[in-house]
């Protein structure tokens, strides 16, 4: 089976660098998250799980430095960060003691500004070949569900559920509290990554496909609990 696009998180302050990255990488086949703070960033690695971070270090509200400890750091909790995730640090911090303090904290790769697009490229295509053998964080089974975090597969009572890249996304962060309610502003915020939220039908109506593709066999999945927002079960877990 083909894999999915591999999605990417941007974890950089300076607009006119993100929006450079966000655009060429897009144009490359690949999914886009992006991020300008440390903690928007903690929240898409705990809720969308991309495949592979390139962060700058100088984040306004935290040193990047200690971003990749806290993603070495994670445990393997469903639903919270993978402390296996490719880390590529792109930095205008160029000597070599940046880049010795960069790999001990535990980077996979360091390039520094100015950059080479091609190469950047180049590095991240080299970091996802080797990711996509690394040994997995598990599958999480919920139920007759099963999501497999590190091929993005679904099955359902043993069956495979084809899911687009935000269908997953959306599962895996109610997946994460199986019986937990997510606020509206949560779901927009961890799988979409809006900042400002205002009228959308863009949640709405991926749960409803979501669920279309879940119910089986009497089940309920991805339950809307109305005014506030949705929860994978309607009961306890099995």
Do not use: Q
């Not at 070599?96 to 360091?110: A, E, K, M, T, V």
């Amino acid at each position: 089976m083909e894999l999915a696009p591999a999605t990417i998180l941007v974890v950089e302050d300076e607009p006119i660098t993100r929006a450079f990255l966000v655009d060429n990488l897009t144009a490359d086949g690949f999914e886009l998250l992006a991020a300008e703070s440390a903690a928007e960033a903690e929240n898409l690695m705990e809720s969308a799980y991309p495949d592979l971070a390139i962060l700058d270090l100088g984040l306004p509200d935290r040193d990047g430095l200690d971003l990749i400890r806290r993603v070495r750091t994670s445990g393997r909790e469903a639903g919270r960060i993978d402390p296996d995730l490719p880390l590529l640090v792109l930095s205008g911090r160029a000597t070599d003691l940046h880049r010795l303090r960069g790999f001990d904290r535990g980077c996979d790769d360091y390039v520094t500004k100015p950059f080479s697009y091609h190469e950047l490229r180049a590095r991240v295509a080299a970091l996802l070949r080797r990711s996509r053998v690394r040994p997995g964080a598990g599958r999480r089974r919920i139920g007759p569900l099963e999501l497999d975090p590190v091929s993005r597969r679904v099955w359902l009572y043993g069956d495979e559920v084809t899911l687009s890249n935000k269908e997953y996304a959306l599962l895996c962060a109610l997946a994460a509290d199986p019986i937990r309610v997510f606020t509206r502003e949560e779901l927009l915020r961890g799988v979409w990554g809006f900042r400002a939220l205002g009228a959308t039908r863009t949640l709405d109506s991926h749960a409803f496909r979501l669920r279309r593709k879940l119910n089986h066999k009497g089940d309920r999945f991805v339950v809307n609990v109305w005014g506030v927002g949705y929860r994978l079960l309607d009961g306890a877990v099995s």
